[in-house]
């Protein structure tokens, strides 16, 4: 019997640039006046966020085809069928976010601040999704992708996170940082290892990277991928 949160597709959930910061154990000051491409993006308010403090992001996700008013009810049955869902699960700390509903808050206030971000510089937000990517090759600096690769390994095979990791890379002259590397039962997926020896991806090089956050089980590092030189 699974232990984790239970999930037959990708939710629609957003984020904050605080938990973004954790995730990725970011030094916003390091990255202006570079270009940041964060996949997968949702309804995150980092894009948003990350402007405000200076930062040069382009947020990526199928989702911003549609309208807003189309985005957030599918977000809000998403986010309900989530907080449901986690409730005493042992797969879960609950360190930082204390408690559900404070979880919760955390994912309302990045829907409200994305949803006024989006309608008003759609520039920032491009249409697009793995493993094919609307963008030209090496034209970010850093590339970040949560909650997608590794956690939804059930949903999403092996050739998909390859072909992903390629696809990042092709878009990305710096570097990409994954996370998180485990899946929604807190054990680390076996795609990283597959990915590490991969003959395919023999051109990139593959780190794990220690972080001070720790939400769902295990989850307290992040992979940087970069170029072999």
Avoid at 38 to 62: I, K, Q, R, Y
Avoid at 151 to 161: G, K, P, T
Avoid at 195 to 219: C, K, M, Q, W, Y
Wanted: charged share 25%; with cysteine; glycine share 4%.
């Amino acid at each position: 019997m699974k232990q984790g949160l239970v999930l037959d597709r990708v939710v629609l959930l957003g984020r904050t640039l605080e938990e973004y910061r954790r995730y990725f154990a970011l030094e916003l000051a390091a990255w202006r006046g570079r270009a940041v491409l964060d996949v997968a993006s949702g309804v995150s308010s980092f894009c948003a966020e990350a402007h405000a403090v200076g930062l040069n992001v382009t947020a990526c996700d199928p989702i911003y085809e549609l309208t807003p008013d189309v985005i957030r009810p599918r977000c809000e049955v998403d986010l309900d069928w989530v907080v449901h869902g986690i409730r005493d699960r042992p797969t879960y700390r609950w360190d930082f976010y204390q408690t559900p509903a404070r979880m919760r808050a955390f994912r309302e206030a990045a829907l409200e601040v994305f949803l006024s971000d989006f309608p008003a510089h759609p520039s920032r937000y491009v249409a697009g999704r793995l493993p094919e990517l609307p963008f030209a090759d090496r034209a970010f600096d850093l590339t970040l992708v949560s909650y997608l690769l590794f956690a939804y390994e059930e949903q999403l095979n092996y050739e998909f996170h390859r072909r992903a990791v390629l696809e990042l890379m092709r878009v990305t002259r710096g570097e990409a940082r994954l996370y998180p590397l485990v899946s929604f039962e807190a054990r680390r997926s076996d795609y990283l290892a597959q990915l590490v020896g991969d003959a395919s991806l023999a051109h990139l090089h593959f780190e794990v990277v220690p972080t001070d956050f720790e939400f769902l089980r295990n989850s307290n590092c992040y992979l940087r991928v970069t170029h072999r030189h």
